[in-house]
């Protein structure tokens, strides 16, 4: 399951349009595409502003064993 919040800022001055927000992750699978990587029951929160994308501690399975994982990208 993933439930997520998110702001949206469109602002009529002609000035930068952000979204930014938060997506929670409950037991779901992740599909990494570069290199392949399958994760299962995933789960932690991903937070991101724009193009700036995040997660820290997130829970998942790699073949069938445990893992913990940040990111930070672009």
């Known amino acids: 399951m993933i439930s997520s919040t ?3 800022n469109i602002p009529f001055s002609g000035a930068d349009t952000r979204a930014w927000g938060y997506a929670d992750i409950v037991d779901s ?8 990587i399958d994760l299962t029951h995933a789960s932690g929160r991903v937070i991101f502003d724009n193009d700036v994308v995040k ?10 064993q445990p893992i913990s994982l940040d990111f930070s990208g672009q």
């Open 6 to 8: 998110f702001k949206l």
């Open 55 to 64: 997660g820290k501690a997130i829970k998942a399975k790699l073949l069938d």
């Open 29 to 36: 699978p992740i599909s990494v595409q570069s290199p392949p």
